[in-house]
């Protein structure tokens, strides 16, 4: 079992910049595969980035690329989100995410484990 805690969320006004974090219990983070999704009320949780076992690839959604940098430190079993130039339409909860292989995936069901997520909120 894998737990997940998120941080960094808050409420900043639009074109801020936010660094989220996700630090997670395994032993072996860097078995794992990470992603992150978000989500806004009455919507389905959305992709925003992935990253492979060791950072060395990284895939993201495309509205969210050039704006946003996952990253990881499996020395400190903790991932990262850089959120850059932020848009009101960025609110939204953002879930980190584990899954049980070292290669990325872009889609919510293929995650094994989440975290509570955080709550980011861009004031235009």
């Known amino acids: 079992q894998v737990q997940l805690v998120e941080s960094g969320g808050g409420l900043v006004q639009a074109g801020d910049s936010l660094r989220l974090s996700c630090t997670a219990s395994a032993r072996t983070f860097s078995s794992y595969a990470m992603g992150w999704f978000r989500q806004t009320p009455g919507k389905e949780r959305e992709f925003v980035a992935a990253i492979n076992w060791n950072g060395g690839r990284t895939f993201y959604a495309d509205s969210r690329e050039g704006r946003f940098t996952i990253s990881r430190d499996n020395a400190k079993n903790t991932m990262y989100l850089q959120m850059n130039s932020l848009k009101s339409e960025d609110t939204a909860v953002y879930y980190c995410?584990?899954?049980?292989?070292?290669?990325?995936?872009?889609?919510?069901?293929?995650?094994?484990?989440w975290g509570q997520g955080t709550q980011v909120t861009v004031s235009s």
């Open positions: 995410a584990a899954r049980r292989t070292t290669m990325m995936a872009a889609t919510a069901s293929n995650y094994d484990y």
